[in-house]
């Protein structure tokens, strides 16, 4: 009996050992952060991941569902991310609120960082908020599995140049308009004839911040185009975001266009 119960121990001490090195059971995780956005602004949120030093990763797939009424997606920017290293990942979007990632490489992923950066134009009131669910994540072919938390996009109050102040400094598309939209290096401005003498031409930042001033001309003459090449006043390369071309006149306000400026 005594040979027996001996037996038995080893038995269990095996099976134990041979499950904790079954690599089935690998896991990886896998976070969407929680994140704020201002009204009409373009945000970036990352997807963070746990160490992937041990698994050899070359190829990652997933799906993003979001609600389209509050955020809409833009695609994703690989820009400072693990996925950098194998360029732009893939990003096919459904206008019904699903956004399908793909991305592949030679050289293996490692570390845990921002493996990428979801790319939302933000489009609903302050209060609002969207949850970002991210599913059937796979890595190569399914090994490591994911483990998934997913986070919360929560719209918060406006800028003074947000939608909510939008009687302070009217917009008026009959006056500005600008292309391409969105626009990568620089986009053209065009101003239609205001009846002013002379007129300034500005751009702002989210903040309610001149950072650049375009300049001033006379606005009976016709319409008059303007190019912005995504510079400040100091010829500093402005980061990518939400930007307004603001016309004046020497006494008010004469209209406002919103610009978007992508990676």
Request: proline residues 3%; aromatic residues 6%.
């Amino acid at each position: 009996m005594l040979k027996l119960k001996i037996s038995l121990i080893c038995a269990v001490s095996l099976i134990m050992i041979a499950w904790g090195r079954y690599d089935g059971y690998a896991q990886v995780s896998v976070t969407v952060t929680n994140s704020q956005a201002q009204q009409d602004s373009v945000i970036k949120v990352p997807v963070i991941v746990s160490d992937l030093s041990e698994y050899a990763i070359i190829a990652y797939q997933f799906k993003v569902v979001y609600d389209s009424m509050v955020i809409k997606a833009l695609g994703v920017s690989s820009e400072n991310t693990l996925t950098a290293p194998w360029g732009n990942a893939i990003a096919n979007v459904d206008s019904a609120g699903l956004m399908i990632v793909g991305a592949f490489g030679v050289k293996e992923l490692s570390q845990g960082d921002t493996l990428i950066n979801l790319v939302f134009d933000v489009l609903a009131n302050a209060g609002d908020s969207s949850a970002i669910s991210l599913e059937d994540m796979r890595f190569n072919k399914d090994y490591p599995q994911a483990m998934v938390v997913n986070g919360t996009v929560k719209i918060i109050l406006p800028t003074r140049i947000g939608r909510d102040n939008s009687h302070a400094i009217p917009r008026n598309a009959q006056l500005v308009s600008n292309y391409p939209e969105p626009f990568q290096t620089r986009t053209s401005i065009i101003i239609k004839n205001s009846g002013q003498d002379r007129i300034e031409i500005m751009i702002f930042n989210l903040l309610g911040q001149k950072i650049k001033h375009l300049g001033s001309i006379h606005a009976k003459i016709g319409n008059v185009e303007l190019e912005w090449d995504a510079t400040d006043d100091r010829g500093i390369k402005a980061p990518a975001g939400v930007y307004f071309c603001v016309v004046k006149s020497e006494k008010k306000m004469l209209g406002v266009e919103r610009m978007i400026l992508i990676e």
